[in-house]
């Protein structure tokens, strides 16, 4: 079949991604998979659910739940998590906002990506999880460019870039101690296209707003945001029609849709592989706070 | 479509930055964003030009210190391949991060100044590959544009590193005399250097042939992860017992007959599955670094950190283990006698060092045969005594099976990492 024994660069990045999954099932007592909804954390499942076969995941998932998440994605993680037959574990940033742990932002850029963080390291302490799968990839920022694939997290939750494991060959290093955890990034090597090809190649269903659509949508620095209850719109910023998709999910508070006619994933992966722009860049409010955006926050403990 | 991973060593001043930056620039992997965010930010520094080391050098400090610390990750693709760039420090308290990067690369490429010649960083950067055994080397000869393409520059540098080189061991060595700022020969042949009549870097990196690097030989199967479905209302699920890992050397096929390590026990292999989740997984055979699940015929006890092999092919079950040694610890130094915990393949044991030979000093290969210890980013010839055996090979016959990290037991800090000589 293989006459040559030649991988294509799919196969050499699941096996990758397959191998660090199943290293953290046999190296820690509690890990956790970090399930968005998203793109890349449906890859990520879909992984596991491989990697594990015919046993079920032996992880449970966890969202944070920002209270600001668009209803169709919700639907589909509950609906994907029910499939699986897996655990989900919802961490809510409201209940963190009525137990007074964070304060929620006022404001016409209010957003509540920031609070996620205090959610996810209180989630992280309640469940005693030692390490949690992220769908993070190098390629989407400069700051996780330098991450490892294991990430170590101080017992604050805290990343520190300076002071990096070493990390070797195929061999990472799980030692912690009561407290500490390891965020892991199994699709550390992968690029976005990847992801596209990926879920085109596995048939994965993703959510319906990752294709073109209709939506009243407004312009906010350069970003398509979504008529949402949870954003305040100024009188400068007029609601209008558009056809539509989104590039990347999160919150609707600071997630930017771009204009698209792609209806089908062979279109959309067009679409990528002709973009001159990230897609960070193109979707995320967030990451245009500083030049050091993600990384400050990374150091804090964000995803 | 496949995937070569390089790594990059040299520093800003050899124009390491620039080059990856024209190689991301001219394979339009640059996205638009990213170079306006560099441009503005080299406006705001008064730098009169735009500083591509900003696109790789990603964190607050590397930015502030115009530096590379740690190793950054970069991706771009031609139509012919993928490529991972581990863009590497080239100071030298970077060696540990620099090793990092070369584990894993296929192929190193290594940068001079035209102007200067070779220098101690670019003889300890070709060590380091060595070291690491990434498999094929490029010396890129930059800044050709600042001697007048001349061939007899180029021609002297190359002659330099070959004779140095022949005291290393280079599978497979390329010189490319280039251009980074202007990009001559870097994806495209240049016209000013009608004397060469090699590839560009990019031609060399996109036709350079990798298949054969793995060791397709010596099967060696460590095994990982037991998935035991344990569904006890599933009769055909009941018995299922599948043993899982990475692929480390060789070809596995059903009917192969295997030994299993440490017992000694032969069987069969009934079945090789491929990760699936739509039920038919059964594939031919496996090859690195295929992550699969063998199916035996018989019930022996198997667990994580156990090897399967071939009958007449083993790798040695050793205790003692020679091996050159990379120390990457600030806090902590090398000597005989230090405990460390070593990770080799799927299997965790304890270690002690019993011989520090030698320390190799990495600019100018010279053996110190009195050295006592090895501080951070010194390399050495240790002898370690394992509490339990590991199942491995020497380095040079197999990067997965001869290296390992060493872990302090306190700390759980990564100290360091080794390159197995021998195994007894």
Redesign the interface.
């Known amino acids: 079949?293989?006459a040559?024994?030649?991988?294509?660069?799919l196969?050499?990045?699941?096996?990758?991604a397959?191998?660090v999954m199943?290293?953290v099932?046999?190296e820690f007592e509690r890990p956790a998979l970090l399930f968005s909804g998203g793109k890349d954390s449906i890859v990520m499942l879909?992984?596991a659910?491989?990697?594990?076969?015919?046993?079920?995941i032996p992880f449970p998932v966890m969202h944070v739940d920002t209270g600001h998440n668009f209803p169709e994605v919700l639907e589909f993680r509950d609906r994907r998590v029910a499939e699986l037959g897996v655990r989900l574990i919802v961490a809510s940033v409201q209940d963190s906002i009525d137990a007074g742990r964070v304060t929620e932002e006022t404001g016409r850029h209010a957003s509540r990506n920031r609070l996620q963080t205090v959610t996810l390291l209180d989630a992280i302490e309640e469940q005693r999880f030692d390490a949690l799968f992220g769908g993070a990839r190098?390629?989407e920022?400069?700051?996780?460019?330098?991450e490892r694939v294991f990430s170590f997290r101080d017992d604050f939750g805290q990343w520190d870039?300076?002071n990096?494991?070493?990390?070797?060959?195929?061999?990472y290093?799980t030692?912690?101690?009561r407290g500490e955890h390891i965020r892991v990034f199994p699709l550390?090597?992968w690029?976005e296209?990847?992801v596209w090809d990926y879920i085109a190649r596995e048939r994965l269903e993703i959510p319906a707003i990752y294709f073109a659509h209709e939506r009243q949508v407004f312009e906010r620095d350069g970003l398509l945001l979504a008529d949402n209850p949870y954003v305040q719109r100024g009188e400068d910023e007029p609601l209008f029609s558009a056809t539509v998709r989104y590039r990347t999910v999160g919150d609707m508070t600071c997630t930017g849709a771009v204009s698209s006619s792609a209806a089908t994933i062979a279109e959309v992966i067009a679409e990528v592989a002709a973009?001159?722009?990230?897609e960070r860049?193109?979707t995320r409010a967030d990451d245009r706070t500083s030049?050091?955006a993600m990384?400050d926050r990374k150091r804090e403990g964000y995803f | 479509?496949?995937?070569l991973r390089f790594a990059t060593a040299g520093s800003v001043d050899d124009g390491k930055s620039t080059l990856i930056g024209r190689l991301l620039y001219d394979s339009k992997s640059i996205?638009?964003?990213?170079l306006e965010?560099v441009e503005r930010?080299s406006r705001d520094r008064g730098e009169d030009y735009t500083n591509l080391a900003l696109?790789?050098?990603?964190?607050?400090?590397e930015?502030e210190q115009g530096i590379t610390?740690?190793?950054?990750?970069?991706?771009f693709?031609t139509p012919r391949r993928?490529f991972?760039i581990a863009d590497t420090p080239g100071h030298i308290q970077y060696t540990?991060?620099m090793?990092?990067g070369a584990?894993?690369a296929d192929l190193a490429v290594v940068l001079v100044d035209a102007r200067n010649g070779l220098t101690e960083q670019s003889r300890r950067h070709a060590f380091l590959a060595t070291l690491l055994r990434v498999p094929h080397m490029v010396l890129a000869v930059n800044k050709m544009d600042l001697v007048d393409y001349r061939a007899d520059v180029f021609e002297s540098i190359s002659e330099e590193f070959a004779a140095f080189a022949a005291r290393l061991d280079i599978g497979d060595l390329t010189f490319v005399p280039v251009s980074a700022l202007h990009g001559d020969n870097v994806v495209d042949r240049s016209a000013n250097m009608p004397w060469y009549d090699g590839p560009s870097l990019l031609h060399h990196l996109e036709h350079v042939h990798i298949?054969s690097d793995?060791n397709?030989i010596d099967v060696r199967f460590p095994v990982?992860?037991v998935?035991?479905?344990?569904?006890a209302t599933d009769a055909a699920?009941h018995d299922?017992r599948?043993y899982?890992?990475?692929v480390a050397g060789g070809?596995l096929k059903p009917g192969d007959e295997v030994l299993h390590l440490p017992s000694g026990f032969t069987t069969t292999i009934r079945g090789v599955e491929a990760?699936?989740?739509r039920g038919a997984?059964a594939?031919?055979?496996a090859?690195p670094?295929?992550?699969v699940t063998l199916l035996l015929d018989d019930d022996v006890d198997i667990s994580?950190g156990d090897m399967i092999c071939r009958p007449n092919n083993r790798p040695a079950v050793a205790q003692d283990i020679e091996a050159m040694l990379c120390w990457?610890s600030s806090d902590r130094v090398l000597t005989p006698r230090s405990r460390l915990?070593v990770?080799?393949?799927?299997r965790t044991v304890k270690a002690i060092v019993t011989d520090l030979h030698y320390r190799i000093d990495v600019n100018t290969l010279h053996r110190d045969e009195s050295a006592t210890q090895l501080t951070l980013n010194e390399v050495g010839r240790v002898r370690l005594r394992l509490t339990q055996p590991v199942f491995c090979d020497p380095y040079a016959r197999n990067?997965?099976t001869g290296?390992?990290?060493l872990?302090d037991e306190s700390t759980?800090?990564?100290v360091g990492?080794a390159m197995i000589t021998e195994a007894t």
């Open positions: 079949m293989r040559d024994y030649q991988l294509s660069q196969d050499v990045l699941e096996a990758e397959i191998h199943r290293e099932a046999a879909a992984l659910e491989k990697a594990f076969w015919p046993a079920r190098r390629d920022e400069k700051a996780r460019a330098k870039p300076k990096q494991r070493p990390e070797l060959w195929n061999l290093n030692r912690i101690r550390s090597n690029t296209l990847d973009t001159r722009i990230t860049g193109q030049e050091a990384e | 479509m496949d995937i996205f638009a964003d990213q965010a930010t696109l790789t050098d990603g964190l607050r400090a930015r610390i740690d190793v950054a990750y970069r991706y693709a993928k991972i540990r991060n090793v990092t584990s894993t298949a793995r397709l990982q992860y998935i035991r479905p344990q569904a699920l299922y599948g899982a890992g990475q070809v990760p699936s989740s997984t594939i031919p055979e090859f670094p295929m992550s994580r990457m915990i990770k080799h393949t799927s990067r997965t290296g390992l990290i872990i759980n800090a990564t990492a």
